[in-house]
């Protein structure tokens, strides 16, 4: 009997749900119970969050050694490290 693969989640646009008054976008991306954001343009978010009683949940921005880090970049780092904070991995 063949295992089924498991499907891979994709980076989603979605409009952020932190303050929808707002009207900020940004990337998502499901990572077992948890999920990533990587905010869009000048919003510059990156929030990990492995569910609602986790401890382990946390909020930075792209800005990292005097550059901004480009979307692009942070959810290839972030899938690398398969949505885990490299402060965690």
Known sequence: MK???KKEA???QIAWD?????KLRCWRKKFGSGHVSVGIGS???VCYSYGPDSDDSIS?????KDRIVS????MALVDKNKGKHNNYS
Do not use: V
Request: aromatic share 14%; glycine share 8%; net charge positive.
């Open 3 to 5: 295992k089924k693969a």
């Open 10 to 12: 994709k980076w989603k």
């Open 18 to 22: 932190g303050n929808p008054e707002l």
């Open 43 to 45: 919003f510059q978010i």
């Open 71 to 74: 979307e692009k970049e942070m």
């Open 60 to 64: 930075g921005t792209r800005w990292r």
